[in-house]
């Protein structure tokens, strides 16, 4: 990194720098214009020239967004299904995980493997199926369906495996020796010690729920029931050409994440960048 | 020592259970499915006849899925090769700079990443609308002509590509990042005393010494955007979705739209195996091999 830094004061590397910052301000750029545009009272929104601030700025949009659709009711079938999905997925792959890393049982290789090939298999491709489970189970149109097929992300396992593996196995031996039940030694001593991974998935795995499409968009046919992700889409008819209005409920739909990954933006990209099997 | 091992084995049991149960219900179960009715004639939901290989047969001579596997092997082209080299020359750009300053950098890059599909559907349906988005604005700064991309047969999937692009590059950025930060500072500090160009040190360390991270951004580009749906849907809406057909999109269609459970579930089926052997052919197989248990 000091090469770099030297190399920084010289002209090129002005160039690049300056290259990149600009790069990353049009790149952001849409996300501003969509936020600003959503402030911006009708009339300004439709003026035939670039006004990168609102004359008047205005919430009316907001306003209407929240009155007059079913956003509240999307807002909650948001959370409940990216919390359920969150603490159910993550809760038993940190189990399953333990299981593969610290004990010896029957079978546990062939369980490791079948996680490790269930990473290639495309869930778009069992669209199909899971519509046909859930339909026979009844469950269209609620919570527990829209999440069901949400309930595997095998890379939290592997996550949970490698980072469980950094304990040696005596030490849950020590353990129990010692009298600690099994369940005492995961709960009171795995846990703890990786609290740090267990927050880092469970926010990734919060963002995936929250920005799923596909899956909500099938499972669901009532307004009420929609996720916000899939609830703003559907709506256009309700809005007509009202731009500012739709792009008021997409700033609302995304605000959630977009705040999750700016106040945890390190456990954010160190989660992701282990999901794609690398060690941060 | 018998009795601690077969508690060992019950206590095992009982915590893989949850995972187990839901795996089998939502993974095992509904693949052996796709691929039986992919045998047969059943609608969405309901039973049908077995009908062999017919469905398969009749993809072959099916001008939608010729079209399907077209724009989807168009739109990975599209997404891949440019998202890649974009993402690459982010990275390196980023990797420069320091401290807070990196990070907000890095987080205007990244902030699409993090957001629901719809939001980014919005904000680019606003972005280039015909009539009042801001990058007609600027095409008519530059004295271009105005296009309907969204509505146009040649710009639709190059448009999304786009956005694609803008959407997920992020994810690749990071990796990139990850890759460059591995590398030993000692190699560039030697090369600099050699004094290597910038470009030969890029030629001869970073480009080589990111390979594996560069395939690895390539294998997930390409398993990602196979499966592409989402954006392909949303922005063919009031358009021509026939057009667009990609493979998800046409599960979708023949599923859901046309009630053919066992058509579809052939298209599902192909799509699975594709993914399963680029992903094998790809170095996934090698990744597999350095997860090996102890």
């Given amino acids: 990194m000091t090469v770099l830094t030297a190399r920084n004061w010289n002209f090129w590397g002005g160039i690049i720098t300056a290259l990149t910052v600009a790069a990353a301000v049009l790149w952001a750029f849409p996300l501003y214009w969509g936020v600003i545009s959503s402030l911006k009272p009708d009339d300004e929104v439709v003026r035939p020239y670039i006004e990168l601030w609102p004359e008047t700025p205005t919430l009316e949009n907001y306003i209407h967004a929240l009155t007059t659709t079913q956003i509240g009711a999307w807002y909650v079938n948001s959370v409940v299904v990216a919390v359920g999905v969150t603490i159910i997925t993550v809760f038993s792959s940190m189990l399953c995980g333990y299981a593969i890393s610290q004990l010896r049982f029957p079978g546990r ?16 491709a069992l669209i199909i199926n899971h519509f046909v489970l859930v339909a026979n189970l009844g469950l269209l149109n609620t919570w527990a369906g829209i999440m069901l097929p949400q309930l595997i992300h095998p890379v939290i396992i592997i996550v949970y495996k490698q980072f469980f593996d950094q304990v040696p196995r005596d030490f849950r031996e020590a353990a129990v020796m010692d009298n600690a039940s099994e369940f005492g030694v995961l709960f009171k001593i795995y846990m703890p010690m990786n609290w740090g991974v267990t927050t880092a998935l469970s926010i990734v795995c919060f963002i995936w729920t929250w920005n799923a499409f596909l899956w909500p968009f099938l499972s ?11 609830g703003i889409t559907q709506v256009n008819d309700a809005f007509g050409v009202y731009y500012a209005r739709e792009l008021s409920a997409a700033v609302l739909a995304g605000l959630p994440v977009a705040l999750a990954y700016l106040i945890f933006q390190r456990r954010v990209t160190e989660a992701i960048t282990l999901s794609a099997g690398i060690k941060g | 020592m018998l009795r601690n091992s077969r508690t060992e084995i019950l206590v095992a049991l009982v915590l893989i259970a949850p995972f187990l149960a839901i795996y089998l219900l939502v993974f095992v179960y509904p693949t052996a499915q796709m691929f039986r009715i992919s045998f047969t004639d059943a609608p969405l939901i309901g039973e049908g006849k077995w009908v062999g290989v017919a469905n398969y047969l009749r993809l072959l001579k099916d001008p939608m899925f010729r079209r399907a596997a077209w724009n989807t092997g168009y739109f990975v082209l599209m997404t891949v090769v440019p998202g890649t080299i974009i993402a690459m020359l982010i990275a390196l750009g980023v990797s420069r700079l320091k401290g807070r300053f990196q990070s907000a950098v890095l987080a205007l890059f990244f ?12 904000i680019w349906d606003w972005t280039l609308n015909f009539q009042f988005g801001v990058a007609m604005h600027v095409l008519d700064l530059l004295g271009v002509a105005r296009v309907p991309v969204f509505k146009s047969r040649e710009w639709f999937l190059p448009t999304v590509a786009l956005v694609t692009i803008w959407w997920t590059a992020g994810f690749s950025i990071l990796l990139f990042l990850a890759g460059l930060r591995a590398i030993p500072a000692e190699i560039y500090e030697a090369a600099s005393l050699d004094n290597a160009t910038r470009w030969t040190t890029f030629r001869r360390i970073t480009w080589p010494l990111l390979w594996p991270i560069t395939s690895l ?11 592409i749906f989402d954006q392909v849907y949303l922005f063919s809406v009031g358009g021509r979705p026939n057009e667009n057909m ?29 993914v399963v ?4 052919l790809q170095f996934q197989l090698l ?6 248990p102890r």
Wanted: hydrophobic share 55%.
């Fill in chain 1, 220 to 230: 669901v046919t009532r307004t009420e029931m929609m996720t916000i992700t899939v």
């Fill in chain 2, 111 to 122: 902030l699409p990443y993090i957001l629901p599909v719809s939001v980014v559907y919005l």
């Fill in chain 2, 287 to 292: 990744r597999l091999t350095e997860r090996r």
């Fill in chain 2, 277 to 280: 052997v680029v992903s094998v």
């Fill in chain 1, 109 to 124: 290789l062939g369980l490791w493997w079948l996680i490790l090939a269930s990473f290639m298999v495309p869930t778009s």
């Fill in chain 2, 217 to 227: 951004v390539v294998t997930i580009q390409l398993i990602l955007q196979l499966k």
């Fill in chain 2, 246 to 274: 990609v493979f998800v999109y046409y599960i979708f269609h023949r599923a859901f739209e046309q009630n053919q459970g066992g058509r579809a579930a052939a298209v599902a089926v192909t799509l699975f195996v594709l």
